[in-house]
C-alpha cells in the first residue's frame, strides 16, 4: 500500500470535502518512517527555532495538529449543515 505524504492529504480536502476526517488520523498514523525523516528535516530547516528535539516529539506534534485539523472539519461541517437546514 503506498502512503500519501500530508501535502497530498491537504489536496484532497481541497478536493474532497466528504472524506471522513478520521481517515487524516489514520493516514498521519501509518506515515512510513522514511517519510516521518522527511517531514521532520524539512520542517526543522523551515523553522529552526521551532525544531523538536526528537523524532517522537515531533511525531507528537503532528498527531496533535491532525486532531486539531480533525475537529475543526468536524466542527466546519455541522456548521455547514446547520447553515443547510436553515435555508
Known amino acids: 500500500?503506498?502512503?500519501k505524504s500530508l501535502s497530498q492529504m491537504n489536496k484532497e480536502k481541497k478536493i474532497n470535502v466528504e472524506r471522513?476526517?478520521?481517515d487524516?488520523?489514520?493516514q498521519i498514523d501509518n506515515l512510513?518512517?522514511?517519510e516521518w525523516v522527511r517531514m521532520k528535516e524539512h520542517m526543522d530547516k523551515k523553522f529552526p527555532k521551532m525544531a523538536m528535539p526528537?523524532?517522537?516529539q515531533f511525531k507528537f506534534l503532528v498527531q496533535t495538529f491532525g486532531m486539531s485539523m480533525v475537529q475543526n472539519l468536524k466542527e466546519e461541517r455541522k456548521d455547514n449543515e446547520e447553515t443547510n437546514n436553515i435555508s
Open 1 to 3: 500500500m503506498k502512503h
Open 20 to 22: 471522513n476526517p478520521e
Open 24 to 26: 487524516y488520523l489514520k
Open 32 to 34: 512510513p518512517d522514511s
Open 54 to 56: 526528537d523524532m517522537k
